[in-house]
């Protein structure tokens, strides 16, 4: 979906977008805090968990202007941002947000 975006929503855009990236990279930190490595196999173990994450995060943060809105909502959805995290942004961004959130959860 390709949209507008103002000098200001890019702002917002931008800001909402790292938030949710520090949100999600603060949640991996804590996943790996609670690991007990006492074995050479729970260090490969980390190393896979590791590396999945990096592979959602590749696939999740995509800050392409066209991808944002779809973006935004599965974020929402991870409970990584909120509507009010995007306060500012257009109506018709928003309601489009909205729409997703209300597909996603039937």
Same mark, same amino acid.
């Given at each position: 979906?390709?949209?507008?975006? &103002?000098?200001?929503?890019?702002?917002?855009?931008?800001?909402?977008?790292?938030?949710?990236?520090?949100?999600?990279?603060?949640?991996?930190?804590?996943?790996?805090?609670?690991?007990?490595?006492?074995?050479?196999?729970?260090?490969?173990?980390?190393? &896979?968990?590791?590396?999945?994450?990096?592979?959602?995060?590749?696939?999740?943060?995509?800050?392409?202007? &066209?991808?944002?809105?779809?973006?935004?909502?599965?974020?929402?959805?991870?409970?990584?941002?909120?509507?009010?995290?995007?306060?500012?942004?257009?109506?018709?961004?928003?309601?489009?947000?909205?729409?997703?959130?209300?597909?996603?959860?039937?």
């Amino acid at each position: 979906m390709e949209f507008p975006w &103002s000098k200001t929503e890019k702002k917002i855009a931008r800001k909402a977008f790292d938030l949710a990236y520090d949100r999600k990279c603060q949640e991996i930190i804590e996943q790996i805090k609670r690991r007990k490595l006492s074995t050479g196999e729970d260090i490969w173990k980390l190393g &896979s968990y590791i590396h999945k994450q990096q592979k959602e995060i590749d696939r999740l943060f995509d800050y392409r202007y &066209s991808q944002l809105v779809l973006v935004f909502a599965i974020l929402i959805k991870k409970k990584l941002l909120s509507l009010e995290d995007l306060a500012g942004l257009n109506d018709e961004k928003i309601d489009i947000i909205n729409k997703t959130l209300e597909i996603a959860s039937h």
